[in-house]
């Protein structure tokens, strides 16, 4: 297993596994209501300027930085 990093520094096309949420309720409960849980696997669809567009159990969001770079996660392959 690699170390834990920021959901907002993947790539597009990659993908990892959630492994916390850093940060108060407020913004961990937004992201479970998306479906961002810990073990669930995102992929990243963009990641240039503005916010960043994941997958999440093959339905899409949007999320600004600051909330993504609260997702800590695993790269899976």
Known sequence: MGQPVPLSSL???E???VVS???GWGAARRLMEMGILPGEVVEVLSNSFGPIVI???G???ALGRGLASRVLVEVVD
């Open 11 to 13: 790539r597009p096309r």
């Open 15 to 17: 993908r990892g596994r």
């Open 21 to 23: 949420i850093a940060g």
């Open 55 to 57: 997958r999440v159990k």
């Open 59 to 61: 339905v899409t969001f």
